[in-house]
């Protein structure tokens, strides 16, 4: 593992980063070419997207973290300075990324009164590439690591001392690339769904299907601490029911809807 793949002008930069910057081209490339003569629309609504996308990844942990430190202050107020604002704001959340993004995404279509659907089947499948290819990056820093495995498990794997967070010498679960290989393939069924179809919304709500049932699953075999766990299940699972839950909605609302609109 690399939690640092390259160097420039003496600054090291993550592997995160490096896959997170991969994965959006990618991610812009493919929506371009599903997009074909509307791809300039895609382009705009795919800038938004990563803008809100940006503001929901450094958020979503802050605003889940609140209910404890309140709850919790006697032990937070004796907490280093530099450590409570480590807890606090030191990670990214995907489901953030989301929320941000598709908040986002209803404004600018909302202001252009862009029909909203066409739009989101041709970021799905992208969305999911981008996120598989961050996958790898978090694989290779160290982060959102699994629990302990046999070290005879097929998809053990051992991190080493400079991971960013995955404990070293112990053989764990590879959930990362589990989770990035899920993400690649579905973006591979919704390409075929969105060039198979023509009812509006098929690809945005196999994506909501899809994602959140692998997540809820995958996040049981998540070893990371601090993932905000409330009850049985983590934030993330919470989150999970939501989207499966409005995938759901959008299947009842879009069965009335015969053929997908012209962007």
Same mark, same amino acid.
């Given at each position: 593992?690399?939690?640092?793949?390259?160097?420039?002008?003496?600054?090291?930069?993550?592997?995160?980063?490096?896959?997170?910057?991969?994965?959006?081209?990618?991610?812009?490339?493919?929506?371009?070419?599903?997009?074909?003569?509307?791809?300039?629309?895609?382009?705009?609504?795919?800038?938004?997207?990563?803008?809100?996308?940006?503001?929901?990844?450094?958020?979503?942990?802050?605003?889940?973290?609140?209910?404890?430190?309140?709850?919790?202050?006697?032990?937070?107020?004796?907490?280093?300075?530099?450590?409570?604002?480590?807890?606090?704001?030191?990670?990214?959340?995907?489901?953030?990324?989301?929320?941000?993004?598709?908040?986002?995404?209803?404004?600018?279509?909302?202001?252009?009164?862009?029909?909203?659907?066409?739009?989101?089947?041709?970021? *799905?499948? *992208?969305?999911?590439?981008?996120?598989?290819?961050?996958?790898?990056?978090?694989?290779?820093?160290?982060?959102?690591?699994?629990?302990?495995?046999?070290?005879?498990?097929?998809? *053990?794997?051992?991190?080493?001392?400079?991971?960013?967070?995955?404990?070293?010498?112990?053989?764990?679960?590879?959930?990362?690339?589990?989770?990035?290989?899920?993400?690649?393939?579905?973006?591979?069924?919704?390409?075929?769904?969105?060039?198979?179809?023509?009812?509006?919304?098929?690809?945005?709500?196999?994506?909501?299907?899809?994602?959140?049932?692998?997540?809820?699953?995958?996040?049981?075999?998540?070893?990371?601490?601090?993932?905000?766990?409330?009850?049985?299940?983590?934030?993330?699972?919470?989150?999970?029911?939501?989207?499966?839950?409005?995938?759901?909605?959008?299947?009842?609302?879009?069965?009335?809807?015969?053929?997908? *609109?012209?962007?």
């Amino acid at each position: 593992m690399h939690p640092f793949l390259l160097e420039i002008f003496g600054r090291r930069i993550p592997s995160y980063g490096v896959c997170m910057l991969i994965g959006a081209f990618a991610a812009w490339f493919l929506a371009r070419r599903l997009a074909g003569k509307n791809n300039n629309d895609i382009s705009q609504a795919f800038l938004i997207c990563i803008a809100g996308g940006l503001a929901g990844l450094v958020s979503l942990r802050p605003i889940i973290r609140i209910p404890e430190v309140i709850i919790n202050w006697e032990r937070f107020r004796l907490m280093p300075v530099e450590n409570f604002l480590s807890y606090v704001f030191g990670e990214l959340v995907f489901y953030g990324g989301l929320i941000g993004g598709a908040l986002a995404l209803v404004l600018f279509c909302t202001k252009f009164r862009i029909q909203i659907l066409p739009v989101a089947d041709v970021l *799905a499948p *992208a969305l999911a590439l981008a996120h598989g290819i961050g996958r790898i990056g978090c694989f290779l820093g160290g982060c959102c690591f699994g629990v302990p495995v046999s070290s005879t498990h097929p998809f *053990a794997v051992v991190f080493p001392p400079q991971s960013l967070s995955a404990p070293s010498g112990v053989p764990l679960l590879a959930v990362q690339l589990i989770e990035s290989a899920c993400l690649i393939a579905l973006c591979g069924l919704l390409i075929i769904v969105y060039r198979k179809t023509s009812r509006a919304g098929m690809s945005l709500i196999l994506y909501c299907l899809i994602y959140s049932v692998a997540r809820f699953v995958l996040e049981f075999y998540r070893g990371d601490i601090g993932r905000g766990i409330y009850g049985p299940f983590s934030t993330s699972q919470y989150i999970s029911f939501v989207l499966f839950a409005a995938g759901i909605v959008l299947l009842f609302l879009t069965t009335r809807k015969k053929t997908r *609109a012209m962007m």
